[in-house]
Each structure stands twice: as C-alpha cells, then as structure tokens.
C-alpha cells in the first residue's frame, strides 16, 4: 500500500501538469469548441483528428480525477491526518474543475469562466503537488 501511494500520487501531478499544459494549448489554437458537447465529444466518446486535442485534454482531466481519488482512498488508510486533509482537498478542487470545464463550454468559452478554469488549475496542481510531497515524508517515516 505505502509502495502504490507514492506512485498513484506522482502519477496524478505528471496528468495534472500534462492537463494544464494541454489547456493552454486548446485556449491557444482557439480549439476549446472543437468538442461542443460535454461529456462526449460530439456524440463520440472515442476520438477523431479533429478533436485530439481537446479530448486529450478532457482525458488527462479523466486521468488526474482517478489518481487523486486513488490517491485519497489510500490516504484515509494511513494515520497522517495533514496528509489526509490536502489529498481530500485535491480531491475536491478537481470536481469543481471538470465541473467548470463542463460550464466553459456551456458558456461557450466565456472569459470569466476560461480565467476561473485556470485558477482553479493553479489550486488543484498546488494541492496534487503537496499531496505527493506529503506522501513522501510519510513513507520516509515509516520505513525508519
Ligand atoms: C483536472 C482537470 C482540468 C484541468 C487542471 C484543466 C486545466 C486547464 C487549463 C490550465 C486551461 C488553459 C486556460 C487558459 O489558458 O486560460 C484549460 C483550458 C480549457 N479547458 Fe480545462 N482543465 C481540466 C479539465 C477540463 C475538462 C473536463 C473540460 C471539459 C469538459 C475542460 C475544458 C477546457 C476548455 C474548453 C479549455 C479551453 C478554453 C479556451 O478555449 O479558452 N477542461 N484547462
């Protein structure tokens, strides 16, 4: 269990940082409507060429939602309380994200809520990334 943590919680910052870079290439090449529809992506749930990208972007946003509930299902089986909080908090700043992501292309892309889709990206990668740092301190303590 200590062993898969620590992968699960890397794994979930490498498709955090994957999805934001991603993000911001969408938003770059004006592709954030290329998937109009949401979850699917035009009535597909498998991807075309000219959707890859915001599918890839939309799938690593998959990716991080399973890592970091991995992630915190495993934490509730240690005794670290601080590192039970921050994975719970991860957690839900990723809901609230793939939430926004749904509003942002409901709203058609409107620039209040594409700006609150990258703040919000900020706190889950903070959270992601604390979380991954407190996962190795707390198999470091427990190995002595
Ligand atoms: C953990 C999940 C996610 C993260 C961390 C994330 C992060 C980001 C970031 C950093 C950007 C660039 C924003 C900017 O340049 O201002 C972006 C753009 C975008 N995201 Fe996400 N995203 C996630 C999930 C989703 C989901 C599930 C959807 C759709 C349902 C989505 C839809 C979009 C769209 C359409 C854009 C482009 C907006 C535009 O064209 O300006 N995102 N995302």
Not at 34 to 49: A, Q, Y
Not at 61 to 67: D, H, M, P, S
Not at 83 to 98: D, G, N, R
């Amino acid at each position: 269990m200590k062993m898969l943590i620590r992968y699960t919680s890397l794994i979930a910052l490498g498709a955090t940082y994957g999805v934001m870079v991603l993000g911001s290439y969408v938003s770059a090449t004006g592709l954030g409507l290329s998937c109009p529809d949401w979850p699917l992506c035009r009535g597909n749930i498998l991807p075309t060429e000219e959707i890859i990208i915001e599918w890839t972007h939309r799938f690593f946003g998959l990716l991080v939602a399973t890592f970091t509930v991995t992630t915190s299902v495993l934490a509730l089986r240690t005794n670290d309380k601080k590192l039970k909080i921050i994975t719970s908090l991860a957690v839900m700043f990723v809901f609230i994200q793939i939430t926004l992501g749904a509003i942002v292309i409901g709203t058609r892309l409107q620039p209040e809520i594409v700006a609150m889709h990258l703040a919000v990206a900020l706190a889950v990668f903070t959270t992601v990334l604390l979380s991954m740092l407190r996962v190795r301190n707390y198999a470091k303590s427990i190995e002595v």
